[in-house]
């Protein structure tokens, strides 16, 4: 039996045989497409805010200049000052933070959090089924509802921040919210998080190479203490004009020692002082180029877009079925 492959021409005419059919299919995309964009969809407004690292980590700072200080003696390096500001900003503790806060809104008379205005702790018909579906797998003594819902708004949060990282540093982040007040709002809460994150984080690290230092200067005062009373006792056992070359040997350790340490001391007074200088000075870390702003235009969903989308599949999903169909009459015609 000879097999013929579909040429154009065939397909133009199946369509034109079955095109109620397919108009049919094609109008219930549309109607539901229509329906899903218009009715069910949600609609979300876009803001954004632009970062980009302000460029003073340089090695001149406390943190680099004397990190190795820490390692010569025993100690763990100083963190680097260097931040991902995506990894901050995909953070659990940032979107918490978002997530518990009070906004300002128009859907409810007073400021509430992200919880209630999404209305995740309002348990519907079908969250109960889920809920009592669930608890077959998983003990009640286990179940924490304010853990449950404030993971599901995290979840929805995650779906509505986006951060672009540009080849040249610049990092875009776009949030999407209901309602563009609110957009702009929880978009310039990420960016003054980030700036007193890192700033925070830098002051912590400084101010432990402070106390770091601090700490060795006291031990290296108390070694320059005791190194300055064996010299002067010795000194005093063993006067200059009484000296033997055994004693001049002993006398020149003792005054290098005193030497030694005091260097140590006088380096580590100084260093203290960088420290407390870089402790309490002010860092330009990250630059906000772009604060975020209401956005009165609709940025979700595309309708146009999904309308066309939606029906162009219901389309090629009609033509394709009767093509299929057509095959199968005709290899039952021919089997017979």
């Known amino acids: 039996m000879n097999k013929e492959n579909l040429n154009i021409a065939q397909i133009i005419n199946i369509i034109n045989l079955n095109k109620n059919s397919i108009l049919k299919v094609t109008s219930i995309f549309f109607l539901l497409s229509f329906i899903y964009s218009f009715i069910i969809a949600t609609e979300y407004y876009e803001s954004s805010i632009s970062l980009y690292a302000a460029g003073e980590l340089d090695d001149n700072n406390i943190l680099a200049q004397y990190g190795s200080l820490a390692e010569n003696f025993g100690f763990s390096a100083v963190p680097s000052s260097n931040y991902y500001i995506p990894d901050i900003i995909e953070s659990r503790s940032l979107k918490k933070e978002i997530v518990l806060k009070k906004w300002n809104n128009s859907k409810f008379d007073t400021s509430v959090n992200l919880i209630e205005y999404w ?82 984080q830098q002051k912590v690290y400084a101010d432990k190479s402070k106390d770091f230092i601090l700490e060795r200067m006291n031990i290296a005062k108390n070694d320059l203490h005791q190194s300055e009373e064996k010299l002067t006792e010795f000194r005093k056992k063993n006067p200059l004009v009484l000296d033997t070359p055994d004693l001049q040997l002993i006398r020149a350790r003792l005054i290098r020692n005193v030497e030694v340490n005091q260097q140590v001391f006088i380096t580590l007074r100084e ?56 095959n199968f009459k005709k290899i039952n015609s021919n089997s017979i």
């Open 271 to 326: 260093q203290l002082e960088i420290a407390k200088i870089e402790s309490s000075k002010e860092r330009l870390l990250i630059n906000i180029l772009d604060g975020a702003e209401p956005n009165p235009e609709k940025s979700k969903p595309q309708r146009l877009l999904l309308i066309i989308i939606l029906t162009l599949c219901g389309l090629f999903i009609s033509i394709f079925y009767q093509i299929i169909e057509f």
């Open 119 to 200: 209305g995740i702790n309002e348990t519907s018909f079908i969250g109960s089924f889920f809920s009592y579906f669930k608890s077959f797998f998983i003990s009640e003594k286990f179940q924490d509802s304010n853990i449950s819902d404030l993971n599901a708004a995290i979840q929805n949060l995650n779906q509505l921040i986006h951060v672009d990282e540009q080849n040249s540093g610049l990092i875009i982040v776009k949030v999407y919210m209901q309602e563009p007040g609110l957009a702009s709002d929880l978009a310039n809460y990420i960016s003054k998080y980030v700036v007193a994150f890192i700033n925070n």
